[in-house]
């Protein structure tokens, strides 16, 4: 191999390494309104977003600089005074000598000559003696592009004029000092469109040109680059400074939203391995272990798979399938409707839970398997009342009624309930619960063995667990299978991951990944029990999909991770169903999230 290519490779490699850092050093300094003139509210919509660069091509006509992007659309209400010059002037004012409130923030005007440089720039000046507040203001930075004097001609304007930097120039030390950013045309330089990532001959050829302005303690931007997300990412990753876009309010909501779209894991873990020895037979089953992540679907999965640096239980799993989640009145699910498909094999209204879509009780599976002599416990990281665990126990019109829903615990057949606090503990309720003898605890850890039957309202269970949550979930886990399994008719257990569905909700990537990662080894620790068993059938399928996730970017050798939303609610996209034991065949394919109860019934060999 060449030397040449042995660099090239090597550049590439450490390029690799270091880019998953590169997102979190982007904020709305580094956007670029390109041909800002063109908005429909020019200056305003860019200075408002915050961007750090606003670009204004000038005309001279008349001894006035006329802002347009061709002289035919030249307009008598439009020059670089009222556009630009007045309003950064004012905000001056108005910000005690700074263009923006925070003192921190810079603006750089970009002023691209369209005609002869010397007329063009000497009216320049002549106007801009008229605002010593900009010229005189650290904060501003007026770049020159476009039509623009030799390097040796820069020292003849005044300091405050710096210019735009070519790549292919070498500049000696005074005239470096007077280039304000390097610029350079993409199309020239690669043909990528955006789409993808660049080729590596294309990628060095940019990050060539990046080091290269880098190096001179420049900035860079690429004029005629994609306006997209995933150019944006792109760019970003090869460290481009300047982000051109014509869409601002897109690349703004982009920016901000960085932080809570990008997430590096710090805690990988081995998963478990299965020995598949009773997967996929078909024989009747004594337990079934129903895990629901809510709100989560493939790219929710990958994300965590990612983020685990290409390890996850779920994905062990040989067997899966599609479950379509809409409800009987609406596209988009809730989680109310969502879980009673599963608890009872009818689809209800949104809010609907137990119920049918009149309204009327129907049978769940806690109830049916008890008539068998088999046993069931739930368990979840949210309030106890909250659609996905009552949808197994109770019977609503309204998933938000939270004391008549746990009051209907204390007639469920359900052994065991255990989550996070609820407005639904009333004095009243309690009271029924000492009637129907369940032993209620305030605390996970203070329940030292199961007898009766038993509620745990623990505040621990809600909280997050990048928030202290620890091995709650897990230790739920045991404490219940502890007791369930000692049923010799077998058992159900409903396993809900509630805030996974908060990450994509509040469109943060950190949450989801971290509460789907926890609620991944409590599935390895039912594929473990499965395989010890051998009469347990596993199942993993969220209610529902939340937050529209995109996932642009990521390195399953670092362990990181970078997404977009598209909403803060549900949506229609199928959710992804795992098995794992015996009968986990029947759950590929595309199904009604219905055929998840069905599909219970018959592996327990339960007419329905």
């Given at each position: 191999?060449?030397?040449?290519?042995?660099?090239?490779?090597?550049?590439?490699?450490?390029?690799s390494?270091?880019?998953?850092?590169?997102?979190?050093?982007?904020n709305?300094?580094?956007?670029?309104?390109?041909?800002?003139?063109?908005?429909?509210?020019?200056?305003?919509?860019a200075?408002?977003?915050?961007?750090?660069?606003?670009?204004?091509?000038?005309?001279?006509?008349?001894?006035?600089?006329?802002?347009?992007?061709?002289?035919?659309?030249?307009?008598?209400?439009?020059?670089?005074?009222?556009?630009?010059?007045?309003?950064?002037?004012?905000?001056?004012?108005?910000?005690?000598?700074?263009?923006?409130?925070?003192?921190?923030?810079?603006?750089q005007?970009?002023?691209?000559?369209k005609?002869?440089?010397?007329?063009?720039?000497?009216?320049?000046?002549?106007?801009?003696k008229?605002?010593?507040?900009?010229?005189?203001?650290?904060?501003?930075?007026?770049?020159?592009?476009?039509?623009?004097?030799?390097?040796?001609?820069?020292?003849?304007?005044?300091?405050?004029?710096?210019?735009?930097?070519d790549?292919?120039?070498n500049?000696?030390?005074?005239?470096?000092?007077?280039?304000?950013?390097?610029?350079?045309?993409?199309?020239?330089?690669?043909?990528?469109?955006?789409?993808?990532?660049?080729?590596?001959?294309?990628?060095?050829?940019?990050?060539?040109?990046?080091?290269?302005?880098?190096?001179?303690?420049?900035?860079?931007r690429?004029?005629?680059?994609?306006?997209?997300?995933?150019?944006?990412?792109?760019?970003?990753?090869?460290?481009?400074?300047?982000?051109?876009?014509?869409?601002?309010?897109d690349?703004?909501?982009?920016?901000?939203?960085?932080?809570?779209?990008?997430?590096k894991?710090?805690?990988?873990?081995?998963?478990?391995?299965?020995?598949y020895?009773?997967?996929?037979?078909?024989?009747?089953?004594?337990?079934?272990?129903?895990?629901?992540?809510?709100?989560?679907?493939?790219?929710?999965?990958?994300?965590?798979?990612?983020?685990?640096?290409?390890?996850?239980?779920?994905?062990?799993?040989?067997?899966?399938?599609?479950?379509?989640?809409?409800?009987?009145?609406?596209?988009?699910?809730?989680?109310?409707?969502?879980?009673?498909?599963?608890?009872?094999?009818?689809?209800?209204?949104?809010?609907?839970?137990?119920?049918d879509?009149?309204?009327?009780?129907?049978?769940?599976?806690?109830?049916?398997?008890?008539?068998?002599?088999?046993?069931?416990?739930?368990?979840?990281?949210?309030?106890?009342?909250?659609?996905?665990?009552?949808?197994?126990?109770?019977?609503?019109?309204?998933?938000?009624?939270?004391?008549?829903?746990?009051?209907?615990?204390?007639?469920?057949?359900?052994?065991?309930?255990?989550?996070?606090?609820?407005?639904?503990?009333?004095?009243?309720?309690?009271?029924?619960?000492?009637?129907?003898?369940?032993?209620?605890?305030?605390?996970?850890?203070?329940?030292?063995?199961?007898?009766?039957?038993?509620?745990?309202?623990?505040?621990?269970?809600?909280?997050?667990?990048?928030?202290?949550?620890?091995?709650?979930?897990?230790?739920?886990?045991?404490?219940?299978?502890?007791?369930?399994k000692?049923?010799?008719?077998?058992?159900?257990?409903?396993?809900e991951?509630?805030?996974?569905?908060?990450?994509?909700?509040?469109?943060?990537?950190?949450?989801?990944?971290?509460?789907l990662?926890?609620?991944?080894?409590?599935?390895?620790?039912?594929?473990?029990?499965?395989?010890?068993?051998?009469?347990?059938?596993?199942?993993?399928?969220?209610?529902?999909?939340?937050?529209?996730?995109?996932?642009?970017?990521?390195?399953?050798?670092e362990?990181?991770?970078?997404?977009?939303?598209?909403?803060?609610d549900?949506?229609?996209?199928?959710?992804?169903?795992?098995?794992?034991?015996?009968?986990?065949?029947?759950?590929t394919?595309?199904?009604?999230?219905?055929?998840?109860?069905?599909?219970?019934?018959a592996?327990?060999?339960?007419?329905?």
């Open positions: 191999m060449k030397l040449s290519k042995i660099v090239a490779v090597a550049a590439l490699a450490v390029f390494e270091n880019q998953a850092q590169n997102y979190l050093n982007y709305l300094g580094n956007a670029h309104s390109h041909n800002d003139y063109m908005q429909e509210i020019p200056f305003w919509q200075y408002y977003a915050n961007f750090g660069s606003i670009e204004a091509d000038v005309f001279l006509v008349k001894g006035k600089l006329w802002v347009a992007h061709t002289e035919k659309e030249l307009s008598a209400d439009r020059t670089l005074e009222n556009l630009y010059l007045d309003n950064i002037s004012k905000q001056i004012k108005l910000n005690n000598g700074n263009i923006y409130p925070d003192a921190g923030k810079k603006l005007l970009l002023i691209d000559i005609q002869d440089y010397k007329t063009s720039l000497a009216a320049l000046v002549s106007t801009l008229n605002y010593p507040e900009i010229t005189g203001n650290s904060g501003i930075k007026i770049v020159i592009t476009g039509g623009k004097p030799q390097p040796s001609e820069f020292n003849n304007y005044p300091d405050y004029l710096f210019f735009d930097g790549l292919e120039k500049y000696e030390a005074d005239q470096l000092k007077r280039i304000g950013m390097f610029s350079a045309d993409l199309p020239a330089l690669v043909k990528w469109n955006g789409k993808g990532i660049p080729r590596d001959e294309e990628t060095l050829k940019i990050k060539s040109a990046v080091n290269k302005a880098h190096m001179q303690h420049k900035p860079v690429f004029y005629g680059a994609p306006d997209f997300p995933n150019a944006w990412v792109n760019l970003m990753d090869l460290g481009v400074d300047y982000i051109n876009t014509d869409h601002i309010p690349l703004k909501k982009f920016i901000n939203a960085i932080p809570k779209n990008f997430y894991n710090t805690k990988e873990y081995a998963t478990y391995t299965p020995t020895q009773s997967d996929g037979i078909e024989k009747k089953v004594k337990n079934v272990i129903l895990l629901i992540p809510d709100g989560t679907s493939l790219p929710q999965y990958y994300a965590a798979f990612t983020a685990n640096k290409g390890k996850l239980n779920v994905f062990n799993m040989k067997s899966t399938g599609l479950s379509k989640t809409n409800s009987s009145n609406a596209y988009i699910t809730d989680s109310a409707p969502g879980s009673t498909a599963f608890a009872t094999g009818v689809k209800t209204k949104n809010t609907f839970v137990g119920v879509h009149m309204g009327k009780a129907l049978a769940q599976i806690p109830d049916i398997i008890a008539e068998k002599g088999m046993t069931s416990g739930l368990i979840s990281t949210g309030d106890v009342t909250d659609a996905t665990p009552a949808d197994f126990y109770a019977h609503s019109d309204n998933r938000n009624s939270s004391e008549p829903i746990l009051k209907d615990f204390a007639a469920s057949k359900t052994k065991i309930l255990i989550g996070g606090p609820t407005s639904g503990l009333s004095q009243e309720n309690i009271q029924k619960f000492k009637e129907a003898k369940i032993d209620l605890y305030q605390d996970l850890k203070s329940v030292p063995k199961i007898n009766n039957r038993t509620l745990v309202i623990d505040p621990l269970a809600s909280q997050r667990i990048t928030s202290g949550r620890g091995n709650w979930l897990a230790d739920a886990f045991d404490l219940t299978l502890n007791d369930l000692n049923n010799k008719k077998g058992f159900f257990m409903m396993i991951a509630s805030q996974t569905d908060g990450g994509g909700h509040s469109n943060n990537i950190e949450q989801l990944v971290t509460e990662l926890d609620f991944d080894h409590v599935v390895g620790k039912a594929m473990k029990f499965a395989d010890e068993n051998k009469e347990t059938l596993v199942i993993v399928v969220g209610d529902h999909e939340t937050g529209g996730l995109t996932l642009l970017d990521g390195s399953l050798k362990g990181w991770v970078f997404g977009n939303f598209s909403t803060n549900h949506t229609s996209i199928p959710s992804s169903v795992f098995a794992y034991g015996p009968n986990s065949k029947e759950f394919g595309l199904f009604e999230n219905t055929e998840i109860f069905n599909k219970i019934l592996a327990y060999g339960i007419q329905k």
